[in-house]
């Protein structure tokens, strides 16, 4: 949510932020690797069995 922007100069803002200030920078990375190795869409198989069990309960509900 901190590299969010709904417009073009909030955009440069956190651009200039992150070429400007370390800290902040590896405070974005240090988050980015954990909700990358948290999260079901970089994990194939665990992706894989979400959308499966999703794809079956809509079926179930359409023709059920």
Do not use: C, G, Q
């Amino acid at each position: 949510s901190e590299l969010i922007t709904f417009n073009l100069e909030d955009y440069k803002k956190v651009a200039l932020k992150l070429a400007r200030d370390e800290d902040y920078l590896n405070h974005i990375r240090n988050k980015l690797k954990i909700a990358l190795t948290n999260s079901s869409l970089f994990n194939s198989k665990l992706f894989t069995r979400e959308i499966d069990s999703l794809y079956r309960t809509l079926y179930s509900k359409k023709f059920h």
